[in-house]
């Protein structure tokens, strides 16, 4: 059989799952020069900027997959601590947070902000972490299929229930906590934290994790499964764990690949696809190349967003002159088309000549990392007020004036991305809008105006960094649709808020990764469970596409 799809991780990992089941052969087609699109190499914006870095994500946690890409060359640093959190105050020096897994140093860090805050912190983290693995089945399974369980034969019905065994087994861990646990899936992450803890910087801090790529407030209702979102990952057997990948993100694509490679998959870059092949029974038979190339196959398995697969790639009839879509169910594509892509992302990318120098946490003498270096560095979190009116702002078509900003310096722990010395440095900022007030489009002028607020936003925090800066990319909202097929610049293939969630992504009746073409499959981030770096959308399509192919 072929089998085709347009690149990211999940697809990768798909693609390696796949061959491993003996599928007869793989193909893999990327229109770009290297195997991923959000997790792939950048081009370097400075002498300082090299090695494989990726241009929009910044770290990963692939859980149980590790193991098998190191042995394909994926080296992971961990990061601990984790967080650092600098705050802009009148004391000398300004107090700061550094979360990590050691316990009492982190309750000791919460303490200087409130005493009660360090004795619930762990039992916090506790509640969060039985509430995680309770959904972990949910993850990697595909979701009920509930058409399926209502049609067919008896066989085929009992043969549908199984699907129901993640779900029984998530209800069963909840047990008596569901009530609580619900509440946390649909209130504002606000409302949780004010719950358990009465400090600002630490509330801050955690609810970063709830807003990051998605265009909310910590007030916007069903916020708080974002944050388990991103505490769903696993890294050396440690849950909520992320670190950074030895050469950069685009190590990890390379390592997917050979491990694919490996095992007799192809691999094939900048093969730009123009459109799915489709047989006269609508069923999927191959791809078309922009070069006319066709690549035929059984099977066919996108990575690409589902309003690229579904409204740009499926082919117009020729004997007909209908728009592409028109192959598709009617109400099918009105759902595509009403997926909330929004984003308020706009991704910097810095090459800086020395490490930045906090005023809560000054650099030592001789210039090398200090441990909050290796951290997700949280700017202007001294409160949630401060992330609220940074979103509000970017509601009304505004730039954030005061963004909130996660700066992390991967080459603090891999120094092989820069030279001696020199540093890259990944600013993740929001908010931003799509189109600017006014219906105004983003231009180089106005990319630099913000790009210039959050360099003075961090000097605040660390003066010197703006003389540091030897070159500086950019990339809004319209630049990651452009560039990698974003819809909306939306890191996730769309947002992860409960509405566009396991029975609804991407559209309900078609959560299981099969599509209204027979033999095309969704596998990247617009399936469920959604995006990060982590394969999960990958593995359980490849699960589904091998279960269909044993019966073609």
């Known amino acids: 059989m072929g089998w085709w799809q347009l690149p990211t991780c999940s697809g990768q990992g798909c693609a390696r799952l796949c061959w491993r089941n003996a599928m007869c052969w793989a193909v893999r087609l990327s229109r770009r020069r290297l195997c991923q699109a959000s997790s792939s190499p950048g081009h370097p914006t400075c002498s300082a900027c090299c090695g494989h870095r990726s241009t929009p994500s910044w770290s990963c946690s692939m859980g149980p997959a590790i193991p098998v890409l190191q042995r394909h060359g994926l080296r992971v640093f961990p990061r601990d601590p984790y967080s650092f959190t600098p705050l802009l105050e009148d004391g000398s020096?300004?107090?700061?947070?550094?979360?990590?897994?050691?316990?009492?140093?982190?309750?000791?860090?919460?303490?200087?902000?409130?005493?009660?805050?360090?004795?619930?912190?762990?039992?916090?983290?506790?509640?969060?972490?039985?509430?995680?693995?309770?959904?972990?089945?949910?993850?990697?399974?595909?979701?009920?299929?509930?058409?399926?369980?209502?049609?067919?034969?008896?066989?085929?019905?009992?043969?549908?229930?199984?699907?129901?065994?993640?779900?029984?087994?998530?209800?069963?861990?909840?047990?008596?906590?569901?009530?609580?646990?619900?509440?946390?899936?649909?209130?504002?992450?606000?409302?949780?934290?004010?719950?358990?803890?009465?400090?600002?910087?630490?509330?801050?801090?955690?609810?970063?994790?709830?807003?990051?790529?998605?265009?909310?407030?910590?007030?916007?209702?069903?916020?708080?499964?974002?944050?388990?979102?991103?505490?769903?990952?696993?890294?050396?057997?440690?849950?909520?764990?992320?670190?950074?990948?030895?050469g950069g993100m685009g190590a990890l694509s390379h390592a997917i690949a050979h491990a694919a490679a490996a095992r007799g998959a192809h691999i094939f870059a900048e093969k730009a696809v123009s459109h799915v092949l489709l047989g006269r029974d609508g069923q999927a038979q191959g791809v078309v190349l922009q070069d006319g190339t066709e690549v035929r196959s059984k099977l066919v398995l996108s990575n690409a967003s589902p309003q690229i697969t579904f409204l740009e790639l499926i082919p117009q009839p020729l004997h007909r002159h209908l728009p592409p879509q028109e192959q598709l169910p009617k109400d099918f594509v009105q759902r595509i088309q009403q997926v909330d892509t929004r984003s308020p992302v706009t991704k910097i990318n810095v090459a800086v000549d020395r490490l930045p120098s906090f005023l809560a946490a000054p650099n030592a003498r001789d210039g090398q990392p200090l441990p909050h270096h290796q951290c997700s560095i949280h700017l202007n979190c001294e409160g949630t007020h401060l992330l609220h009116q940074a979103f509000t702002e970017a509601t009304h078509g505004h730039p954030s004036s005061r963004p909130m900003i996660e700066l992390c310096i991967p080459s603090a722990l891999d120094s092989g991305l820069a030279p001696q010395g020199c540093h890259v440095v990944s600013l993740f900022t929001q908010y931003t809008p799509f189109v600017l007030a006014g219906g105004q489009h983003w231009d180089e002028q106005a990319k630099n105006a913000y790009a210039d607020t959050v360099f003075d936003c961090i000097e605040a925090y660390a003066p010197g960094f703006k003389a540091s800066v030897i070159g500086r990319d950019i990339l809004t909202p319209p630049d990651l649709e452009r560039i990698f097929g974003l819809p909306g610049g939306n890191i996730f293939h769309g947002g992860m808020s409960l509405d566009q969630l396991y029975f609804a992504r991407p559209a309900p009746s078609y959560s299981g990764y099969r599509s209204p073409v027979p033999g095309l499959y969704l596998c990247g981030s617009g399936a469920h469970p959604g995006g990060g770096v982590m394969g999960a959308a990958g593995r359980n399509a490849a699960h589904v596409a091998l279960q269909d192919f044993r019966h073609l």
């Open 93 to 246: 020096p300004p107090r700061s947070l550094l979360l990590g897994n050691n316990r009492a140093q982190t309750q000791q860090q919460i303490a200087q902000f409130s005493q009660k805050d360090a004795q619930a912190y762990p039992e916090y983290e506790a509640f969060m972490e039985s509430l995680v693995s309770a959904l972990d089945p949910l993850l990697d399974a595909a979701p009920v299929d509930t058409a399926a369980l209502g049609q067919g034969s008896l066989l085929q019905r009992l043969s549908a229930l199984r699907s129901l065994c993640p779900l029984l087994r998530a209800g069963l861990a909840l047990g008596r906590q569901l009530p609580r646990y619900y509440e946390v899936l649909t209130a504002p992450i606000s409302k949780i934290l004010d719950q358990w803890f009465e400090s600002e910087p630490l509330k801050a801090t955690l609810a970063t994790d709830a807003v990051i790529g998605a265009m909310a407030s910590p007030h916007t209702p069903g916020s708080g499964y974002v944050l388990l979102h991103h505490v769903m990952g696993e890294l050396e057997g440690r849950r909520g764990a992320w670190g950074y990948v030895s």
